[in-house]
């Protein structure tokens, strides 16, 4: 799979993971989106499976955005997943995050 990110804000990560446990992709799929949903990481954490292009990640407040389509399990124990971010506008709102963090504890 090739990938051309031609935004200056948007960025992907392709990694490739070796498993202790085995799993397909399809479990993989699931505990993303379960996490996605999730109030305490859904902020964090989005989940597509939209056929995507990086401009349309420019301006999402997630800290990275599981491609579901991306992705696939090479063997039940080697695994590819594939996530995007807008480096400038989700970093922001991280800063943002910790500074009202900091402020509660004042």
Known sequence: MAFRVPVPD???????CRLKKSATYDEIKAVMKAK???PKYAKYLGYTEEQVVS???I???HSTIFDANAGIALN??????VAWYDNEYGYSHRV???IEYIASKE
């Open 10 to 16: 948007v960025s992907v990560v392709d990694l490739t």
């Open 36 to 38: 996605s949903e999730d």
């Open 55 to 57: 401009s349309d990640f």
């Open 96 to 98: 943002v995050d910790l």
């Open 76 to 81: 039940p124990n080697f695994v590819k997943v």
């Open 59 to 61: 301006g999402d407040t």
